[in-house]
């Protein structure tokens, strides 16, 4: 499969074959003919593994995307015994590659050696009976997360998307609150589970030779652990500036509608007045922080919908856009196959995910789409998952995935950044461009979506990892998710918070381990590829009003990073769209520039004390 959660990785590396090495092994006094041997010996140990894992993956893969989709305790099972398989052999795949780490072998085998190693979300310890364990763990966990419901006291019962619509529509504080609160009760039984989930997972990471998961979890950027958690802070340092203008702006207006009692001018604010469930993007909060003067006049929702969109229409429209990039139409089995809208008779993973399930062509996305412009740009990031996949489907096996994890979530989002108005226009959504004077507005909501973004996309992982090291001890889960929510985002829980609560887990990619840094930097290179590809495309306007759609230079110039896959180290794929090896926030900078102006004056105007 190769749905962008652990089971990608857990996924990507199947079954470690009994392949005859007694020869090789054989003693010889000759220390070259031993020397050369061995390297014989890797180059075949990957050749087999590669053959397997490619053929092993499709089970798997199916085993997966039937359990998503149809969740019953049957299919549980089913899924937690291919992946208690699949991760028994990883396991002993990593432990086999690093056998090899030492010889001199060419730059793809020793890659490929690297990346066996250290590609494990999950890794099992050695011992079954606990492996067994650990995979009956994560499918319960999943299930808890996917057949979430809150049921209101009239008995009446609603699932995930159903709620978010609330957070995102509803400017009632109590049903918010209700509403918050209610969805939170899902995570209360997984503690336990989590957990131990950590517990086995930190047993796994020791066994392959690393001190804890979270040094594995870091091992993965082509650098040291350290050196990756430091370019976290640097990259971080240079967005905080803008988030703490955003924040203050955003508090501002919020104390006015809502009040002192319900949102105090100082401190941080109440996580459930945010817009989302998570309080992870506030762009639906547009409408109530909208500067009147500099409002673009449109919305994108309502658009869809005097067109008559339905599911199928919006991702059409998306594909269109990578159409007129170049990029071939996705096959008829994407159509058929995939899963657009919340099925009424069964439990499914509503959360978004895009999937490959031979690692070829059969790519399909399974989505409960909702007619909205959050979803349209959803759309958007899931395609660019399979356009992805496709891309480096020429790729041997173990490079078959993107440079880094954050690639991966970046490339649809830096489609849906040229979904700009002349774009909607040129498609038929709109009549009339705004002119100049609304940039500030439509920055604004930009930012509600991506600014506001960037503290979580960061803090769930550091909160993980500290979790993972144990730094972070069970008596302190839920306290210390609610300090580092603070210390990152400055938002705090509307309510009183203790250790019978589980807080993390009702965010879907703690109970589905997956890991979550990856999106914080998927936020940064998107900025940094839209700005590249808008100058490839010969656009010198101000870059937020840059669109690269049917620009087919661009796209040829995105293809050749994706059909790299993850062959080679990240900064050379980075090179090839943005002529530079390092991840660099200036681009999210150029791009919000003015509007950093404009919240620096509004600040100084009201006279509003920042920061909390
Ligand atoms: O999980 C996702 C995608 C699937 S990879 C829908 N995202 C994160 C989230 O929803 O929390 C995209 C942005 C962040
Ligand atoms: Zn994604």
Redesign the pocket.
């Known amino acids: 499969m190769s ?3 652990p089971k990608l990785s857990r996924l990507s590396l199947l079954i470690a074959l009994s392949i005859g090495l007694s020869a090789c092994n054989a003693s010889n006094n000759d220390e070259n003919d031993s020397v050369l041997s061995k390297t014989e010996e890797a180059e075949q140990f990957l050749t087999q593994s590669e053959q397997t894992l490619s053929e092993l993956s499709v089970e798997i893969n199916r085993a997966e995307w039937i359990y998503s989709n149809f969740i019953t305790d049957d299919t549980a099972a089913l899924s937690a015994s291919a992946s208690e398989k699949l991760t028994a052999t990883s396991v002993r795949l990593a432990t086999q590659a690093a056998q090899y780490t030492d010889l001199k072998l060419d730059d793809a085998s020793q890659r490929k050696l690297n990346i066996l190693r250290s590609s494990l979300v999950l890794p099992a310890p050695l011992d079954p009976d606990k492996n067994a364990e650990l995979a009956g763990i994560s499918s319960q966990l999943n299930g808890l997360y996917g057949k979430g419901k809150y049921c209101f006291d009239d008995g009446h019962c609603l699932t995930q998307p159903e709620l978010s619509a609330i957070m995102a529509e509803s400017s009632d504080p109590k049903l918010l609150l209700e509403v918050w609160q209610g969805w939170r009760e899902i995570a209360k039984p997984m503690r336990p589970l989590f957990q131990r989930e950590v517990e086995l997972a930190n047993e796994g990471a020791n066994d392959l030779g690393y001190a804890d998961l979270s040094v594995l979890w870091r091992s993965q950027y082509d650098m040291k652990p350290d050196e990756f958690s430091n370019e976290l802070d640097r990259l971080w340092g240079q967005v905080k500036p803008l988030y703490d203008s955003l924040h203050c702006y955003v508090r501002g207006e919020l104390n006015e509608e809502y009040g002192d009692e319900i949102v105090p001018s100082n401190g941080p604010i109440p996580a459930h007045l945010l817009g989302n469930m ?1 309080a ?2 506030w762009g639906n909060i547009y409408d109530k922080v909208s500067p009147q003067d500099a409002d673009p006049g449109y919305e994108v929702t309502q658009l869809l919908a005097e067109h008559d969109y339905d599911e199928v229409k919006m991702v059409k429209q998306a594909e269109n856009f990578f159409s007129s990039l170049g990029f071939d139409e996705l096959p008829d089995s994407f159509w058929t196959r995939s899963l657009f809208v919340q099925p009424k008779d069964r439990d499914v993973v509503c ?4 999937w490959d399930l031979d690692n070829l062509d059969d790519i399909r996305i399974k ?1 409960c789409i909702q007619k909205t412009a959050e979803d349209f740009t ?1 759309i958007h ?2 395609l660019g ?1 399979n356009y992805y996949q496709r891309a480096y489907k020429e790729q041997p096996f173990i490079f078959k995935n993107s440079a880094n994890d954050g690639f991966h ?1 970046a490339i649809g ?1 830096t489609i849906a950044l040229s979904i700009t108005p002349s774009y909607l226009k040129q498609i038929g959504l709109l009549d009339e461009i705004p002119d100049a004077s609304k940039d500030i507005g439509l920055l604004l909501k930009q930012a509600l979506d991506k600014v506001a ?1 960037m503290p979580f ?1 960061l803090m769930i992982d550091q909160w993980r990892w500290k979790v993972f090291s144990g730094e972070i001890t069970p008596a302190k889960y839920n306290q210390a998710w609610w300090d580092l929510r603070e210390k990152y985002q400055g938002v705090k829980a509307p309510i009183e918070r203790s250790e019978d609560d589980f807080d993390p887990g009702a ?3 703690v109970p589905g381990n ?1 890991p ?1 840094t990856r ?1 914080f930097l ?1 936020h940064i290179l998107q900025f940094q590829f839209h700005k590249s590809l808008c100058e490839t495309a010969g656009d010198t306007g101000p870059v937020h009003r840059c669109s690269i759609y049917g620009n087919k230079a661009a796209g040829s110039k995105l293809n050749t990073m994706l059909e790299m896959g993850l062959s080679r180290p990240w900064p050379e794929a980075l090179n090839v769209v943005t002529g530079s090896q390092e991840m660099d926030a200036s681009a999210v900078l150029d791009y919000f520039a003015p509007l950093q102006v404009w919240l620096n004056e509004q600040n100084a105007q009201a006279n509003r004390q920042c920061g909390w």
């Not at 959360?351 to 895009?354: F, P, R």
Request: hydrophobic share 40%.
């Open positions: 749905l962008f959660k998570w992870q993007s959360h978004a995910s895009a989505m959803v990031h899931e998952h979530e989002d973004f996309g965010k879907y990619h997956v979550y999106y998927a």
